[in-house]
């Protein structure tokens, strides 16, 4: 995906991200996301959210307004930043409101806000992208959203400790406190969701996890609720349950 920008301060509408639900020659320019969470190519801005995905406002005026009050959390916490980047997974609630949505990948559209009742909305899914050993007998995991988890081994150099969570599998935590609740592993046989390049949005069973001669990228195989078998790399692959999925999904999704 192209980058947004690159170190430019401003954003023309042109140059916006395909899935930004804006109309491209309405105006010259649009808000850019601001460094942060996500990748600027993979987020939209609070504003564009409030306003042109959820439609709680008809301006950039009104959806400032919005904003600045308070009236948004995201993942648990208020943001008064309309140019904060809001990606994958993140749980967005309407403070007073009673609402509550996560965003999560759709075929063509990349992202999009479902709605997701309290209680799930307290909970969000991260990937582990990587992890390093820290001092004090710490392993930490660095996520798909920018956060890191610190967790407490005895021997960070026993390969037991050291990988009871793996790169690419899915920590289910709670926020913003971000206490671990579940662990997904990225392995044959659980369910998985795509979440960019051209089968994002797909659900599938991973069948298999395999290296592709004289290529970088692992290739994974999947099997979606129809039985048909598809294809995409491990990069896109973000694991959502074992036996069953552990957020809810998009209508169709699964089952």
């Known amino acids: 995906m192209a980058r947004v920008g690159g170190g430019k301060r401003h954003l023309k509408r042109l140059a916006a991200p395909f899935f930004w639900p804006i109309h491209k020659k309405e105006a ?50 208020v943001r008064k930043d309309y140019k904060f980047p809001v990606g994958l997974m993140d749980v967005i609630e309407i403070v007073g409101a009673d609402e509550y949505y996560r965003m999560v990948p759709y075929p063509t559209k990349y992202l999009i806000p479902l709605r997701i009742d309290a209680e799930e909305a ?15 007998g710490h392993i930490q995991l660095n996520l798909h959203d920018g956060r890191n988890i610190l967790i407490k081994v005895s021997d960070p150099r026993s390969p037991v400790e050291a990988e ?20 997904v592993p990225f392995e044959p046989g659980v369910i998985a969701i795509v979440s960019s390049g ?20 692992t290739l994974v195989k999947m099997r979606d609720v129809n039985g048909e078998v598809f294809y995409t790399v491990a990069s896109y692959v973000f694991p959502i349950g074992k036996e069953e999925p552990i957020i809810k999904l998009p209508e169709g999704g699964w089952k």
Do not use: F
Request: charged fraction near 35%.
């Open 28 to 77: 010259v320019w649009a808000v850019k996301p601001r460094a942060g969470p996500h990748p600027q190519e993979e987020s939209l801005p609070l504003l564009v959210v409030v306003r042109d995905v959820l439609k709680y406002a008809e301006t950039s005026r009104e959806a400032r307004k919005l904003i600045a009050e308070g009236r948004i959390k995201v993942d648990g916490r």
């Open 122 to 136: 307290k909970y969000k899914p991260v990937r582990i992208e990587n992890k390093t050993t820290v001092k004090g």
């Open 164 to 183: 009871q969570y793996k790169t690419l599998g899915t920590l289910l935590i709670t926020v913003p406190e971000q206490e671990i609740k579940e662990y």
């Open 198 to 217: 051209r089968n994002v949005g797909r659900i599938g069973r991973i069948e298999e996890i395999s290296e592709r001669l004289g290529r970088k990228k």
